[in-house]
């Protein structure tokens, strides 16, 4: 049975996010997602604080179908070493030195990474952006 891993702030679920999880899925059993604790957020991109709780955005994740289980998380180099699985999955453009840091964890600890392009023409960022326009 294989585990599948993605993080992310799951902020304003949208079609790229189902569609992040539905790829995630397939590539092994059983799904887990963690979704960064709000207060992280806010400490790391204050200019763009999350706008649902970490409750909600943990509750919408799960009740996601391709998604089994969920767990909070702060530092994604952390995380990685406290849930167990078999397949990290991250975003093409998650490369910040955390992410960086977490891949040469689970590289070093015989898991699989796999990069998954974003969904084009949609993102958290930009439906914000939008609702602050109308």
Same mark, same amino acid.
């Given at each position: 049975?294989?585990?599948?891993?993605?993080?992310?702030?799951?902020?304003?679920?949208?079609?790229?996010?189902?569609? @992040?999880? !539905?790829?995630? #899925?397939?590539?092994?059993? #059983?799904?887990? &997602?963690?979704?960064?604790?709000? =207060?992280?957020?806010?400490?790391?991109?204050?200019?763009?604080?999350?706008?649902?709780?970490?409750?909600? !955005?943990?509750?919408?994740?799960?009740?996601? #179908?391709?998604?089994?289980?969920?767990?909070?998380?702060?530092?994604?180099? !952390?995380? &990685?070493?406290?849930?167990?699985?078999?397949?990290?999955?991250?975003?093409?453009?998650?490369?910040?030195?955390?992410?960086? #840091? =977490?891949? =040469?964890?689970?590289?070093?600890?015989?898991?699989?990474?796999?990069?998954?392009?974003?969904?084009?023409?949609?993102?958290?960022?930009? @439906?914000?952006?939008?609702? !602050?326009? @109308?």
């Amino acid at each position: 049975m294989k585990t599948v891993f993605t993080v992310g702030v799951f902020d304003l679920i949208h079609f790229g996010h189902v569609e @992040l999880f !539905r790829k995630a #899925r397939a590539l092994g059993d #059983r799904l887990v &997602v963690a979704v960064q604790d709000s =207060a992280t957020v806010a400490k790391y991109k204050p200019e763009s604080p999350a706008v649902n709780s970490t409750e909600m !955005r943990m509750y919408m994740v799960k009740a996601i #179908r391709y998604v089994d289980d969920v767990v909070v998380y702060e530092d994604v180099d !952390r995380i &990685v070493e406290e849930v167990p699985f078999d397949i990290f999955v991250a975003g093409g453009d998650q490369s910040h030195e955390g992410f960086r #840091r =977490a891949v =040469a964890w689970c590289e070093a600890h015989g898991k699989q990474v796999v990069r998954l392009p974003r969904t084009e023409g949609v993102s958290s960022t930009h @439906l914000k952006d939008l609702i !602050r326009s @109308l």
